[in-house]
């Protein structure tokens, strides 16, 4: 197969197929006397299953998976695959986990008249220290009041509300720089209500991520079963 013939079956741009060609994704093409490259069915095959897999876990991790799987054994081949399942998986479980603490900070809040707290109260509610909350002010993610002229944190029942979705959204694998921009578009009364419908985004995301997994595994186990001259499934 010429590099226009694999470009088209696998939808990627001749000069992509080159690229992933020198970074190792797919194997080395023989060169003809022309020097011409000619790929072969495997080629298409590696191609398809980088595609699944940057899907499922990202470009950067599907470039080094196939990479290695060339050289891996079959036992490490298979960890490797089943590694990326239970990434996913694992990802799923802390979304889900931060829903369910969602629901409790609704079910906390439902027909409560809250008054404001100090840092060492809202701390020792939500079962983490007082620099954290600290260090969340200081990002942005939960605004205190400055009362006294000693300038002693209060934090209202906004702020307080801002605090349970934070806690409840690390728990579901938030990092600092995506809980910024997600507490940014959240407002007052509807930030659980939002923070609950950007958590189901995300499932639906995961649900997405392990489709493309799954519709990658035949080819997978193509290119894994070639590397030690097992016949693979047929096309």
Not at 14 to 35: F, K, S, Y
Request: a positive charge.
């Amino acid at each position: 197969m010429r590099t226009v013939d694999v470009a088209k079956e696998c939808g990627y741009s001749v000069q992509q197929v080159r690229d992933l060609e020198r970074l190792g994704v797919i194997p080395p093409a023989v060169r003809a006397d022309n020097g011409y490259r000619s790929y072969t069915p495997l080629h298409v095959r590696a191609l398809r299953a980088y595609r699944g897999l940057a899907a499922a876990a990202g470009p950067v991790e599907a470039r080094r998976l196939l990479a290695g799987l060339r050289t891996a054994t079959i036992t490490e081949a298979a960890s490797a695959i089943d590694e990326v399942h239970a990434g996913l998986a694992r990802e799923r479980a802390e979304v889900v986990r931060a829903q369910r603490a969602l629901e409790r900070v609704r079910a906390e809040e439902d027909g409560r008249d809250e008054d404001s707290m100090t840092i060492t109260q809202l701390a020792e509610a939500l079962g983490v220290r007082s620099s954290t909350l600290r260090f969340w002010e200081e990002e942005g993610l939960v605004r205190p009041e400055r009362v006294t002229t000693l300038r002693a944190r209060r934090y209202g029942p906004a702020a307080i509300r801002a605090a349970r979705v934070v806690v409840a959204l690390r728990a579901g694998g938030y990092g600092i720089p995506a809980l910024r921009e997600v507490m940014g578009s959240l407002d007052g009364l509807d930030g659980a209500a939002d923070a609950r419908r950007v958590l189901r985004g995300r499932l639906d995301q995961l649900a997405a991520r392990s489709v493309a997994l799954l519709r990658a595994g035949s080819d997978l186990a193509a290119v894994v079963d070639a590397t030690r001259g097992t016949p693979g499934p047929p096309e």
